[in-house]
């Protein structure tokens, strides 16, 4: 069964809000933000680019649910695709939100554990996972639980996780140390969330179990995506910065 409208619209608030609030969330942050607003050797995407990716992936139904203006602009971001998908026979349900950006501070995505909390969530733990591809590969991946409300209470469970040149990390921690080691050439970083929503009394672990396929599912095809537009750009687009933000010296 999809999410409730109401429900659907506070975790795509509390999503995409995330960018208002990153600056705000500890000390390291604010300290790289001077740093990461320099010019960077980031590549701007095609317009769409996120868009092009597909609304039927195996078993798995899409459709768009777009991001109010004013929530979108929050997000600093340069491109992004929000979508509800369905897994046919079982009625299993997934969000997925995907963002990318050129300047280098919005290279720094939002953090759930800051972004839900602020956005009236509870925080209830996290795991670090390596999921298996089917190309071979594994995708690493953070695994985060929230509830919203006392009596009416409301659980969501959150799979975030970024890609930083094509390698997967599940927190900022690779973006953040090649940047505080001076490196270059970093071309682009992705964010991705994987959510999918509970009441109290339903089974979350089979919440889990669902976004957690998708998310394994999905993962080719996004870099399927990010992959086609970066060769549609060009090898050297983005190599000419001075910027020290980017490739291991």
């Keep these: 069964m999809l999410p409730s409208p109401s429900l659907t619209r506070q975790v795509r608030t509390a999503v ?3 960018a208002a609030l ?5 000390f390291g942050f604010r300290a790289l933000d001077d740093y990461l607003q320099r010019p960077t050797g980031s590549v701007p995407l095609p317009p769409g ?3 092009r990716l597909p609304l039927r992936i195996g078993a798995w139904q899409g459709q768009d649910a777009p991001i109010d203006d004013a ?3 929050a997000t600093d971001t340069d491109d992004l695709v929000n979508r509800q998908y369905r897994r046919e026979p079982d009625g299993a349900h997934a969000s997925l939100y995907v963002a990318y950006g050129v300047r280098a501070r919005d290279l720094m995505p939002h953090r759930p554990e800051v972004c839900y909390p602020g956005a009236g969530w509870t925080f209830r733990g996290s795991v ?8 071979g590969s594994s995708l690493a991946c953070r695994v985060l639980r929230f509830t919203h409300g006392t ?11 970024y890609i930083v040149d094509g390698q997967y990390c599940p927190d900022v921690s690779l973006l953040r140390s090649k940047a505080w080691r001076g490196s270059r050439g970093i071309r682009y970083v992705v964010q991705v969330q994987v959510t999918a ?5 339903a089974d979350l672990d089979m919440a889990e179990a669902g976004v957690l396929a998708f998310a394994t599912e999905s993962a080719d095809a996004i870099q399927g995506v990010l992959s086609a537009a970066l060769a549609e750009a060009g090898p050297d687009t983005g190599r000419t910065s001075t ?7």
């Design 49 to 51: 680019t996120l868009a």
């Design 128 to 135: 670090d996972r390596e999921l298996a591809l089917p190309n």
């Design 16 to 18: 995409v809000a995330a």
């Design 197 to 201: 929503t509970s009441d109290a009394y």
């Design 71 to 73: 929530l979108r602009r």
């Design 151 to 161: 009596f009416d209470q409301r659980q969501i469970v959150v799979v975030n996780y």
């Design 243 to 249: 910027n020290t933000v980017g490739e291991d010296r």
């Design 22 to 26: 990153l600056l705000a969330s500890g």
